[in-house]
Nanobody, 124 residues
Framework: QGQLVESGGGLVHAGGSLRFPCAAS????????RGWFRQGPGKERNFVAA????????DYSDSVKGRFSITRDNAKNMVYRQMNSLKPEDTGVYYC?????????????????WGQGTQVTVSS
């Protein structure tokens, strides 16, 4: 069974940027849309962004629109997450996920596979 493997993340000052990938370890995910979620301290896990199978459509939560971007390279089985103009409220554990159900891409329950999560801390 395939896995989603996350790397990167870390500590950054407010206004800074981070870019961190999510790799799929097997061919399991060649037909999946990918999502990106965040769980802040003491908060529920919330939708951040998603990208369709071929990368033609993306969607972002209002809180990150214009600052974050999600892209994918299917030849490498990779999804890339770029975070710019970071704010302290962006602090949290970030997860990548995979689903075949685009119509429900904003709901965590629609995703079948999850990465292990990576911590991002934004200092003020």
């Amino acid at each position: 069974q395939g896995q989603l493997v996350e790397s990167g993340g870390g500590l950054v000052h407010a206004g800074g940027s981070l870019r961190f990938p999510c790799a799929a370890s097997a061919r399991t995910f060649t037909n999946d849309h990918r999502g990106w979620f965040r769980q802040g301290p003491g908060k529920e896990r919330n939708f951040v962004a998603a990208i369709t199978l071929r990368g033609g459509t993306t969607d972002y939560s209002d809180s990150v629109k214009g600052r974050f971007s999600i892209t994918r390279d299917n030849a490498k089985n990779m999804v890339y997450r770029q975070m710019n103009s970071l704010k302290p409220e962006d602090t949290g554990v970030y997860y990548c996920a995979a689903t075949i159900r685009w119509l429900q891409h904003g709901a965590g329950g629609s995703y079948d596979y999850w990465g292990q999560g990576t911590q991002v801390t934004v200092s003020s």
